[in-house]
């Protein structure tokens, strides 16, 4: 039973398309974030929603879209994708509260744009 | 704001060597979490620790020990006896304390070696 999942694992695409990542937890957590691993490793925040509601958007271009159905999903969706897209973005889940909010980290999805 | 600096881009071991892994922050928050996370080469990242500030007992779990000195900011990683499977990008991480969403302030990683 994999805890935080994201689908695709792989997202080849060209410039200028518009593509979605999928995130589901099955923790139960109410907390969600979308952090982007640039080609030098370097993690850092996008997104984080709590309960539905956005909580946390870091100076994302608004090409980037999060979206949250429900407290166990967060959909990522790009328009009009750049080369300097081109990352390793992750999914996480915790729960919110003072000492509760061990993050856990999904496989990530390994985006290229040609 | 908040900074992590993890000073060693990349470090390489000989197996059964001990090895230590550095952690630098900066926070002006007088509570904080601090973190340790492994990425190993198959790419995901996996919890391995977290300390809040005011507990400056050291941890051990197996081979793996924590020396937090709020003193010097510092919260280092020790691998005794190193194994091949350690291989790894390790990240150190900094949250604030309060609240829920708490974003994670990661470090630019330490390449782990161990070879044999």
């Known amino acids: 039973d994999t805890a935080v999942s994201q689908t695709p694992k792989y997202l080849v695409t060209q410039m200028g398309n518009d593509k979605s990542i999928k995130c589901e937890q099955n923790?139960?957590?109410?907390?969600m974030y979308w952090y982007k691993q640039d080609s030098k490793k370097f993690l850092k925040i996008m997104f984080s929603?709590?309960?539905?509601?956005?909580?946390i958007n870091e100076t994302v271009p608004n090409r980037f879209s999060p979206k949250s159905p429900d407290k166990a999903h967060l959909n990522l969706h790009i328009n009009s994708l750049e080369l300097g897209d081109s990352a390793v973005y992750f999914c996480?889940?915790?729960?919110?509260?003072?000492?509760?909010?061990?993050?856990?980290f999904g496989a990530g999805t390994r985006l290229s744009v040609l | 704001a908040q900074k992590v600096t993890q000073a060693q881009t990349e470090i390489s071991v000989v197996e059964k060597e001990d090895v230590t892994l550095d952690c630098v922050y900066e926070?002006?928050?007088?509570?904080?979490?601090l973190f340790w996370y492994k990425q190993p080469p198959s790419g995901e990242l996996v919890f391995l620790i977290r300390r809040n500030s005011f507990d400056e007992q050291n941890e051990i779990s197996g081979r793996y020990s924590w020396n937090f000195q709020k003193s010097t900011s510092s919260f280092n990683f020790t691998i005794t006896a190193s194994q091949v499977v350690d291989s790894a990008v390790y990240f150190c991480a900094l949250s604030k304390f309060t609240g829920g969403g708490n974003k994670l302030t990661f470090g630019t990683g330490t390449q782990l070696k161990v070879e044999l």
């Open positions: 923790l139960g957590h109410d907390t």
């Open positions: 926070t002006r928050d007088t509570t904080y979490y």
């Open positions: 929603y709590n309960n539905k509601e956005l909580i």
């Open positions: 996480a889940s915790s729960l919110s509260g003072t000492g509760k909010n061990i993050q856990y």
